[in-house]
C-alpha cells in the first residue's frame, strides 16, 4: 500500500519542514508515502472564501485515482487515539488498499465535491492547528501508528 498526503501550499515554518523531514525519513522503513504539494492558489485576495474552497477541491480532485480510499484530516471527523489509527491502517492493508490519501485542504476547509468524493474523516483533535502544524503531526502519528503495528518500543500506553 501507498501512502499519500495532499496538502495546500508550501511549508514555510522550517522547523516544521524539519519534522516533516525526520517522520518521512523513519516512515521509509515501513511504508511507501509521499507528501504532495499542491501550490496555493492565486489571486485569492479577489475570490471569496466559497470561491477559494472550489479552486482548491479542483486542485485536490485532479490528485485522486478512481481507486484510491480519501480520508480528510477534518475537524468535523471522527477522533481516533493512536492505536485505533494504528488498526485502521492495518484494515486498509489486508483489504488492499493500493493509496490511501490523506487529505489537509486550505484554510477554508473543502468543498463539496471533495467532501463527496471522501471515503472518511478524521479529526486529529477538538483543538485547532495551522495547517502547517498539521502536516507534521500527522506524518509522526503515521510513523507512531506503523511502531504499533510492529510491535515496537516507540508508544507508550
Known amino acids: 500500500m501507498k501512502i499519500l498526503l495532499i496538502v495546500i501550499g508550501k511549508t514555510d515554518a522550517g522547523f516544521v519542514r524539519?519534522?516533516?523531514?525526520?517522520?518521512?525519513?523513519?516512515?521509509?522503513?515501513?511504508?511507501a508515502y509521499e507528501m504532495k504539494v499542491i501550490p496555493d492558489v492565486k489571486n485569492v485576495k479577489n475570490m471569496s472564501?466559497?470561491?477559494?474552497?472550489?479552486?482548491?477541491?479542483?486542485?485536490?480532485?485532479?490528485?485522486?485515482?478512481?481507486?484510491?480510499?480519501?480520508?480528510l484530516?477534518?475537524?468535523?471527523?471522527?477522533?481516533?487515539?493512536?492505536?485505533?489509527?494504528?488498526?485502521?491502517?492495518?484494515?486498509?492493508?489486508?483489504?488492499?488498499?493500493?493509496?490511501?490519501?490523506?487529505?489537509?485542504?486550505?484554510?477554508?476547509?473543502f468543498s463539496g465535491p471533495v467532501y463527496a468524493r471522501a471515503d472518511m474523516k478524521i479529526?486529529?483533535?477538538?483543538?485547532?492547528?495551522?495547517?502547517?502544524?498539521?502536516?507534521?503531526?500527522f506524518t509522526e502519528q503515521l510513523y507512531r501508528a506503523m511502531t504499533i503495528l510492529k510491535g515496537e518500543p516507540y508508544h507508550h500506553d
Open 18 to 31: 524539519e519534522g516533516i523531514a525526520e517522520y518521512e525519513k523513519r516512515l521509509k522503513h515501513y511504508v
Open 123 to 137: 479529526s486529529l483533535s477538538r483543538m485547532t492547528f495551522s495547517h502547517q502544524l498539521v502536516r507534521v503531526i
Open 49 to 71: 472564501e466559497a470561491q477559494q474552497k472550489e479552486r482548491e477541491g479542483e486542485l485536490i480532485m485532479g490528485q485522486l485515482d478512481a481507486s484510491d480510499y480519501v480520508v
Open 73 to 109: 484530516l477534518d475537524e468535523r471527523g471522527e477522533e481516533l487515539d493512536s492505536r485505533a489509527f494504528s488498526g485502521f491502517l492495518a484494515r486498509k492493508m489486508l483489504n488492499g488498499v493500493k493509496r490511501l490519501v490523506f487529505v489537509i485542504g486550505g484554510p477554508y476547509g
